[in-house]
């Protein structure tokens, strides 16, 4: 069986697209299937739209969770409760284009692979900014961290099971999944596809949403930020050092005329913004201690058309 978790958040127009969509590859493909519908908390008719989908079609699963928990936190209720042996993650705009299934599956089954990802290798249609500041995170954050993340790299990807049950095993409450994904390893098979665009409704995701993901990415899954903290600090203690014996020097052979105050005065506000940075960037990652600390759910279930599932995991 196959399982297919689609994340919604307020997408009651692009919904009945995929839907049709979807049915009609799943019933070319002639396999049995789930469709595992999270209701992230939408404030609009999704959860309706979805509930008269299960009406009609035994095979569609819906959970809707108590409020909007994020994307990250829908995955993960689709995956801890996902039956099937093959499972995949899809958007619910039609971004994940559904008719790369069949060959997904194929793959999966054909070739000695684990998993079968997807990644756009363009990014036509996307502000020109944000395709930058993507492709600048990718740089920064492959080096920097060891999980394996690739360049345009989509959530949708169909995995087998065992990987699937090693994702559930990562219950952290911070979750990147790009990372997660990378992390557990398991063999996987790329696949390219050029970029497709939302086909109704608007994106989730403005500027500073993505900008604020990217910095948890790298937070979740690198500790690098803390030794450049802590290299900044022994780098300008030894510049301090050669100033000071400059200063000694100059004072031991020229005397010491009167220099300036603004030179001390930029220095000090230089030096002070410099240590509120490093405590901002260890403050970064005591505030994901804490939230982990706490060990709260990941997501709650307020509504649904199974019996037995975790209802709050
Ligand atoms: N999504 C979600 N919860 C959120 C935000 C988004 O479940 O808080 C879902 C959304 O419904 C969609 C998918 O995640 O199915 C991707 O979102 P979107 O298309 O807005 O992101 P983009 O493709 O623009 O990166
Ligand atoms: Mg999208």
Not at 13 to 22: G, H, N, Q, R, V
Not at 180 to 206: D, H, L, P
Not at 250 to 279: H, K, M
Request: hydrophobic share 45%.
């Amino acid at each position: 069986m196959i399982s297919l978790i689609i994340p919604c958040f307020n997408e009651q127009d692009a919904l009945p697209y995929f839907y049709s969509e979807i049915c009609k590859i799943l019933d070319q493909m002639r396999e049995e299937y789930e469709l595992i519908f999270v209701d992230d908390g939408s404030t609009d008719k999704t959860l309706i739209t979805i509930k008269l989908f299960a009406e009609n079609n035994k095979n569609v699963v819906y959970f809707s969770l108590s409020r909007n928990f994020g994307k990250e936190a829908a995955m993960y209720a689709g995956f801890c409760n996902a039956r099937g042996e093959y499972v995949a993650v899809m958007d619910a705009d039609m971004q994940d284009p559904p008719c790369l299934l069949p060959e997904m599956l194929h793959i999966l089954k054909e070739k000695e692979v684990d998993s079968v990802a997807t990644r756009r290798i363009s990014r036509d249609g996307e502000p020109l900014l944000r395709s930058w500041f993507a492709k600048q995170f990718y740089k920064i954050i492959n080096r920097i961290s060891d999980a394996d993340i690739v360049d345009g790299a989509r959530d949708f990807r169909l995995m087998k099971k065992d990987m699937v049950n090693a994702i559930v095993k990562m219950g952290e409450y911070n979750r990147f999944s790009k990372g997660i994904f990378g992390w557990v390893g398991f063999k996987t098979y790329w696949i390219s596809f050029e970029n497709v665009e939302r086909i109704a409704g608007r994106t989730k995701w403005n500027f500073w949403k993505l900008f604020k993901y990217a910095l948890d990415g790298i937070i979740n899954f690198s500790q690098m930020p803390l030794s450049i903290a802590s290299w900044l600090g022994i780098g300008m203690t030894g510049v301090s050092v050669i100033i000071l014996l400059i200063l000694i020097f100059r004072r031991l052979y020229f005397g010491d005329p009167v220099a300036g105050w603004a030179s001390i005065v930029c220095i000090i506000i230089f030096l002070g913004g410099l240590q509120l940075f490093c405590l901002g960037v260890i403050g970064q990652y005591i505030a994901k201690l804490y939230m982990e600390s706490k060990n709260r759910p990941h997501y709650i279930i307020a509504d649904t058309n199974q019996e037995q599932i975790e209802k709050i995991g």
